[in-house]
């Protein structure tokens, strides 16, 4: 697939879950197949980590920069059961009532998602987040009705190997791109970077 690159971006739909299973070897996590969160209103999440300059030969030498994820709330009409049991692990009892305990642990989970453009859609997936448990808040009918919303905190943190994000490119191949919701996208292998004097292979995390 080859696209024209976008000018502008808007939009957002087709956000995903993905729950995430960690081993007890450090290697990356395995994903479940993405469940679908219908209603999303609003994503905004800030990279985390900070850029600190290294001083040789009475100048800044190098710049250091640290890439610790992101951070953020994702906004959406209602939180969805299956996220609810999944992710935060409420528990469903036999009379159908859902239960909140305390001394559960959250999973991780990749966040899969897309965005609209002038040329064509670019989808996304964050690899290793967290989120914390919602504000519980509605407020009263009045002359026009409204609807309230659900706000989820999130954290995204790179994995083991380093990978915190990977988005579809220009020249990404149809199978892939029109797959990206079935299963979460691990990439096997880099494309090299051009460099002045030729190309070498990276080991940078998908941008």
């Not at 956000?15 to 969160?37: E, H, L, M, Q």
């Not at 009379?95 to 990749?110: I, M, N, R, Y």
């Amino acid at each position: 697939m080859a696209n024209k690159a976008n000018t502008v971006k808007f939009g957002l739909k087709n956000v995903y879950y993905a729950k995430a299973t960690f081993s007890d070897n450090g290697a990356d996590p395995t994903f479940d197949t993405p469940v679908r969160i219908p209603g999303a209103v609003n994503l905004s999440l800030d990279a985390e980590g900070e850029s600190e300059p290294w001083y040789a030969d009475d100048s800044i030498y190098v710049v250091l920069a640290a890439n610790n994820g992101y951070s953020g709330d994702l906004e959406i009409t209602l939180i969805p059961e299956s996220f609810l049991t999944d992710i935060l692990h409420e528990t469903k009892d036999n009379k159908g009532v859902l239960v909140e305990q305390s001394d559960v642990e959250v999973e991780h989970f990749a966040l899969l998602f897309e965005f609209n453009g002038d040329q064509h859609k670019t989808r996304h997936v964050l690899y290793n987040c967290t989120c914390s448990r919602p504000t519980i808040e509605s407020a009263t009918t009045e002359d026009t009705r409204e609807p309230q919303t659900d706000t989820l905190t999130i954290t995204a943190l790179p994995l083991p190997s380093g990978y915190v994000k990977a988005k579809t490119g220009q020249d990404i191949d149809d199978t892939t791109y029109n797959g990206w919701f079935n299963e979460v996208y691990v990439p096997t292998s880099l494309t090299t970077r051009t460099k002045s004097g030729g190309t070498e292979s990276g080991t940078d995390p998908v941008g």
